[in-house]
């Protein structure tokens, strides 16, 4: 009787052990800070409690000890392999954030210790073209363009024709006497000396037919 009551206590301690040892506890979850493939934050839940309890997980961002704000809340089932979830979150360099889990009736209490990210934060994969090296050639510059200004300035700068003593027109008749040669010079000598050979053919004709009165 005796031995059988020790092979029932040992037996008893086994199956309590085994027990303790499928339950679920805080030593089941584990949280990681990391990027995704477009440089976003993440912060990572595990939970390996392979009797699939339903954990719900809470993540707060700390400051001064103190929780700063609350980032999200999500419920996990573990695995044997595994069970994660993921919270987005665009976190600093060596911040620190509490993640809190509960189980019903078995747990309720903080991973330890606190999340701590790393070093270096995420960064977003730039989009932006890099700008070309290569300088961009200016256009020629157009012939009639660099022709334009010596036309400009052989027509401004056209040479006033040699020997033309012209007078400027008047306006109307004026009383002003021109110096110079003029247009109409040779019309007023040609009427003179028109006048002069009249004149003297009538003084001619005058003292022929006096002459011709005397003798008859």
Not at 106 to 127: F, R
Not at 153 to 180: F, M
Request: glycine residues 10%; charged residues 15%; negative net charge.
């Amino acid at each position: 009787m005796r031995i059988l009551g020790v092979a029932s206590a040992t037996a008893a301690l086994a199956l309590g052990a085994a027990g303790n040892a499928l339950a679920c506890n805080i030593r089941d979850f584990s949280a990681v800070a990391s990027c995704d493939d477009n440089g976003k934050g993440l912060i990572t839940v595990k939970d390996i409690d392979s009797s699939g309890k339903t954990a719900t997980v809470t993540v707060y961002l700390e400051s001064n000890g103190a929780d700063a704000k609350q980032i999200g809340e999500q419920t996990v089932n573990g695995t044997k392999e595994g069970a994660t979830i993921t919270f987005s979150e665009d976190w600093a360099a060596n911040s620190q954030y509490r993640v809190h889990v509960k189980v019903n009736g078995l747990v309720d209490e903080d991973i330890k210790p606190l999340l701590t990210t790393p070093g270096k934060a995420c960064q977003t994969a730039d989009t932006t073209p890099p700008a070309s090296d290569t300088p961009t050639p200016s256009a020629p510059a157009s012939p009639s363009d660099s022709a334009a200004p010596s036309a400009s300035a052989s027509d401004s700068a056209a040479p006033v024709p040699a020997g033309d003593n012209s007078p400027s027109p008047a306006a109307g008749t004026s009383n002003l006497a021109e110096t110079g040669a003029s247009s109409s010079t040779p019309m007023i000598a040609g009427i003179a000396g028109g006048l002069v050979v009249i004149g003297g053919g009538a003084v001619f004709f005058g003292m022929r037919r006096r002459s011709a009165s005397k003798v008859g």
